[in-house]
């Protein structure tokens, strides 16, 4: 497990769509947070991400959808001990998607070479952020998969009926959207800033969760060298699932409607 900066040797150079692609580092790596009603959660989480890789090292925007629970004001006062948290408390265009979409459009305007995504609650482990990084050397986007077996899954805390809709919904995206990656609803991702830009220029429809299906099928269709990296998913201990039946609906018509787009 990597602690500190990372010390890995100069830029690696690819031939096709991306070239002369920089090494990562948390120097050139930024994080990127959304959340809503998470103010017992991301406390710990920053910690802890400072804790395994340096108070100083780590560049982190908290994409907040102005919770009600105080969770931006706890960033904020975070900001204090770790001058490269930054807390962005949003009341417009609210939702999974844009906020994460408004994150990594930030961290690509400061200039990250880097862009991770993670949720607050732990089901994304700090400590694979670092064998994230390790395989970003040789990818441009790299997943933290629950299904790097095929038919099984690594998580915890879930219901039978869960992990049964889980396997479903993978099954049903890659179908319809021709995706070879195994978890394709993952959030946990580490993206190289050329591939982000492409994606981010085409005309992104998803506010919620099927930002996470849309955002991979453009990757994908962009010709993007893929890679997953085994997560252990845990359940969450504070805070409550965003998961609602209006999430899954826009999340099947998306696939839907880019199927439909791509056998035209």
């Given at each position: 497990?990597?602690?500190?900066?990372?010390?890995?040797?100069?830029?690696?150079?690819?031939?096709?769509?991306?070239?002369?692609?920089?090494?990562?580092?948390?120097?050139?790596?930024h994080i990127v947070i959304p959340t809503y009603n998470e103010r017992d959660n991301i406390g710990r989480l920053i910690e802890?991400?400072?804790r395994l890789y340096g108070r100083d090292g780590v560049n982190?925007?908290?994409?907040?959808?102005?919770?009600?629970?105080?969770?931006?004001?706890v960033v904020v006062a975070l900001g204090e001990r770790f001058p490269n948290v930054q807390a962005?408390?949003?009341?417009?265009?609210?939702?999974?998607?844009?906020a994460v979409a408004d994150g990594m459009r930030k961290a690509l305007a400061t200039g990250a070479e880097f862009v991770l995504t993670m949720d607050a609650d732990f089901s994304h482990s700090p400590a694979v952020i670092g064998k994230m990084l390790d395989a970003a050397r040789d990818a441009d986007l790299v997943i933290g998969s629950r299904y790097m077996q095929a038919g099984r899954a690594a998580v915890e805390d879930w219901s039978q009926l869960r992990?049964?809709?889980?396997?479903?919904?993978?099954?049903?995206?890659?179908?319809?959207?021709?995706?070879?990656?195994?978890d394709n609803?993952?959030?946990?991702?580490?993206?190289?800033?050329?591939?982000?830009?492409?994606?981010?220029?085409?005309?992104?429809?998803?506010?919620?969760?099927?930002?996470?299906?849309e955002s991979l099928f453009y990757a994908a269709r962009a010709g993007a060298r893929i890679v997953e990296v085994a997560n252990l998913y845990q359940g969450r201990t504070?805070?409550?699932s965003k998961l609602s039946t209006g999430v899954l609906l826009e999340s099947v018509w998306t696939a839907l409607r880019l199927g439909l787009s791509r056998s035209r």
């Open positions: 497990m990597l602690t500190g900066r990372p010390t890995w040797p100069g830029a690696l150079c690819f031939t096709g769509l991306f070239v002369a692609s920089p090494t990562p580092g948390f120097d050139n790596t802890e991400i400072a982190v925007w908290v994409m907040d959808d102005n919770s009600p629970d105080g969770t931006g004001e962005i408390v949003r009341t417009a265009h609210r939702g999974y998607g844009n992990l049964w809709m889980s396997q479903l919904a993978n099954w049903y995206f890659r179908a319809m959207l021709d995706i070879s990656a195994r609803t993952s959030g946990f991702r580490c993206w190289r800033s050329d591939l982000l830009e492409k994606v981010l220029a085409q005309n992104l429809h998803a506010s919620g969760y099927a930002f996470l299906t504070h805070g409550e």
